[in-house]
């Protein structure tokens, strides 16, 4: 007799897993299945862990370059890519074993294979060696996530031309890297490679680097990459990339121009594709767009007891965006009343060096939807602390409403700015004031005091620049 459970999720990434601990600790009988060895998802084996990982030792050894800057002195600093690499894996290994703690010390049965509807309240799970079984589910909730997306004309031979899962288990540091598409993902391997000594160059089909964050803010992140040497080129569609006795070769088109470019190795970083083929959707009423699956605000599909969360949703493809909606969904499971997630209040952070954190509304979308906006820029250089380490580049600026002074959006570049970034958030949540931001005091000297200067500057009276 199959066993029965009051959720069964599958897929176990930052939405999975973070529903099952929540599942686990609302007294919720759970089931967790993942086809990977390990439980934890993209964010963990193929994404922001492994990525951040990278950009850490990246980042490290520019710092360690400029040593001399701050009285040590450092002779010959060079990259040791394998045990960067063994770092990286060390820290994935490590949250993994977090992950299989968590599911025990929340008494969540972790059920390792392929899961697929195969019913009303069934999954059939399909492990490695073929044998099947069924778990009965009072509700079932899909978090099977995504994988990357590749362009018919930038075939991925995980050779040259890699993606963001292959590029992540390069065994040298390239002598020059071409990274296709500017969002994220992009951005952050052009810092790490620009870092580590490969002649980088980003290409992008849009207008601007992190096409999505407000454009002053990406117009800083470009002037930062070229004077970093990273070879920038943006309004460019790639038309064919082809093999060369050592490389690649890229052909594009920039306006009425068609440009190429070489190098020994391309990643593809144009984005992703929710993974929503094979979960048995064809049991149930649900019907996909584009491979995205519909849901309410409590993360109902279509289907009676089936909930959808994650980059499987046509919601922002983000990790803590995901175990936000399994954790609603599970609440509401639980028969809890969840606050229904408000998108607007989604934090953006690119890892990328200086770092890009956002929350809230653009300059562009605060107009768009009829606020007379009002703006504040403070540059970093008006914080000492950013001095110290030699970091004094980039930039804060706030989006507010005018008639009732209300912080509407926070755009951060610069060093640490995607943890400066939090105390915008809860300013927004709490819809507070750039008056009432103004007037919070800020401890001196700190990066934060960015987030202090940006809020008088929106109120016409900065102090230090
Ligand atoms: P996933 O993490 O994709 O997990 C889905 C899981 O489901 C996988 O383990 C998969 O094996 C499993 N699965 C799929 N189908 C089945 C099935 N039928 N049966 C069983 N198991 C199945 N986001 C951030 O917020 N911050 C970052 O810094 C960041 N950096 C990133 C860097 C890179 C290079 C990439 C690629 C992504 C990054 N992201 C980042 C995005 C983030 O990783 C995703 O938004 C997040 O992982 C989505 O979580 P999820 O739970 O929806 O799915």
Redesign the pocket.
Known sequence: MAETFDVVI????????VGAIRAGQLGLKTAI????KR??????????I???SLLWTAELFHHVREAADFGIDVSSPAINWPNAMKHKDKVVTKGANGIDFLMKKNKVTVVK????IAGKGKVE?TAEDGSKQVLEAKNIII??????KSLPNVPVDHKRVLN??SI?QIDRVPKSIIVLGAG??GC??ASVFNHVGSKTAIVEYMPALLPIEDADISKELEKIFKRRGIDVHTGSAVEKVEHTADGVRVTMKVGNETKTLEAEILLS?VG?SP?TE??GLDKTSIKSERGYIKVDSMLRTSEPNVYA????IPT????????AE?VVAVEHIAGKSPQPINYDLTPS???CYPEVASVGLTEKKAKERGYDVKVGIAPMGAVTKAAISNEATGMIKIVSDRKYDEVLGVHIIGPHATELLAEACVALKLEITTEELANTIHAHPTLSEIVHEGAEATLGHPRHF
């Open positions: 599958i897929g176990s990434g930052p939405g999975g897993y299945i993942e086809k990977d439980l934890g998802g993209t964010c963990l084996h193929r994404g922001c492994p990525t951040k294979g392929h899961g697929r799970v978090a099977t996530g995504s994988v990357p963001s899962d992540l994220a993902v952050e391997f970083a992703r993974v094979d979960v969360v994650g980059d499987i922002p493809m983000l990790a803590h965006m995901a175990s399994c952070a690119t890892y």
